[in-house]
């Protein structure tokens, strides 16, 4: 079986974590959030590159919290509409006490 090229990442995505001993395949799912939420394009495409576009989907989809930017960025690159996510249901099923 051929082993993947592992991803190379920007530490700042991962500053609370030991970097160095950070298993891509065993948290897929903590580093796909992550590269979404605090990576730039190439770290994005790093990762789609690396996991393929059906994982990264089913991760995105089934979050349970990815920020309002996020999410829009999510919705365009799985190309599915924000109400199909796991977050936007939440965040609509417990809405802010007074969003200004």
Do not use: H
């Not at 079986?1 to 190379?8: G, N, S």
């Not at 393929?52 to 509409?81: C, H, M, Q, W």
């Amino acid at each position: 079986m051929e082993e993947r090229k592992k991803p190379i990442f920007d530490k700042r995505i991962f500053w609370d974590v030991n970097f160095e001993n950070l298993d891509y395949d065993k948290k897929y799912k903590f580093v796909i959030e992550r590269v979404f939420e605090r990576g730039d394009v190439p770290d994005i495409r790093n990762c789609r590159r690396y996991y393929g576009d059906d994982l990264i989907r089913e991760v995105l989809l089934n979050a349970k919290f990815l920020s309002k930017t996020t999410l829009y960025l999510a919705a365009a690159v799985v190309d599915r509409p924000i109400e199909d996510f796991r977050c936007y249901k939440l965040r609509q099923s417990n809405p802010e006490l007074y969003p200004y």
